[in-house]
């Protein structure tokens, strides 16, 4: 028997560990020169039914990545962020709270960024896209992609060293071609609209998620869900947008959410995370 559209609203929306990760670390150890005890983090993750050793994992796998770092107390371990986790974790707080959901201020051109990657270098070539998209670039043929405005494609590209094969220009559409048309071609306006839509429904009801335990799981399930959506926003024109993009009315939703649960949150996560102090490392005296 198909669930009703209630009892989907009432379950608590799955989402993947490292997702709900980010959203834990950038909400509670962001700027906080602070790492926390796995144990607490476990604690805190059992909320919203993601177990140990699903916690455990992710937290390997995001130390391989240069993500976090380990902290020895005696027995205990505990968790702070790297810079690259700092500045990911920035990146995402931007996009958040000061990116805005619709781009008023387009300046009508366009970065256009080029490639040509062999497949033996496939996996480079992954990465090279996930961070296009990532950037709010869309693909108009195979191996050109362009995103609104002006884009810092040299940060993209520092990191994977990948600058040879890579040409990026900044342009403007001509004749027959309209911006109209590339924000149609490069982009699936429909399915982004559609993702802000389920966010509505998910999150726009008088109490939402009531199968979540209390606002701090239901804190990160919403910054995790909002997260995944800007994240696949390219920041399109609103000229080029409907009218009644929904976008709008879901960044409204979040903000308000986000207001709502983060005092009670915050007492629950205080009275349940172990935190080890970071001192800086003072410089080395090269006397």
């Known amino acids: 028997m198909t669930p009703s559209s209630d009892e989907n609203q009432a379950r608590t929306p799955a989402a993947r560990p490292q997702s709900l990760m980010f959203s834990f670390l950038g909400i509670y150890v962001l700027g906080r020169d602070t790492a926390v005890y796995s144990g607490s983090v476990i604690d805190v993750f059992a909320r919203v039914g993601v177990s140990e050793e699903a916690v455990r994992s992710t937290l390997a796998r995001m130390v391989k990545r240069n993500l976090l770092a380990r902290h020895r107390q005696g027995r205990k371990v505990y968790f702070g962020l790297t810079g690259h986790a700092e500045d990911v974790l920035r990146d995402g707080h931007r996009r958040i709270w000061e990116t805005g959901a ?158 709502t649960y983060e005092p009670v949150a915050a007492d629950l996560a205080a009275a349940v995370l172990d935190e080890l102090e970071l001192r800086p490392v003072p410089p080395r005296d090269e006397s």
Do not use: C, M
């Open 102 to 259: 619709v781009n008023r201020d387009w300046d009508g051109t366009w970065t256009v960024v080029g490639y040509s990657l062999p497949d033996s270098r496939r996996s480079e070539r992954h990465d090279l896209r996930s961070q296009l998209v990532w950037a709010g670039f869309g693909l108009l043929q195979s191996g050109l992609w362009a995103a609104p405005g002006s884009k810092d494609v040299g940060a993209i590209l520092a990191p994977l060293g990948l600058g040879e094969h890579v040409t990026v220009l900044t342009a403007q559409a001509r004749k027959p071609t309209e911006s109209a048309d590339l924000v149609e071609k490069a982009f699936d306006t429909s399915g982004i609209a559609a993702g802000y839509r389920a966010f509505l429904d998910r999150w726009g009801s008088r109490r939402p998620l009531p199968s979540a335990p209390d606002d701090l799981a239901r804190q990160l399930l919403l910054h995790t869900d909002w997260l995944q959506l800007v994240r696949q926003d390219p920041h399109l024109p609103a000229e080029h947008l409907p009218e009644d993009w929904p976008a709008i009315r879901a960044e409204k939703l979040f903000r308000s959410l986000a207001r």
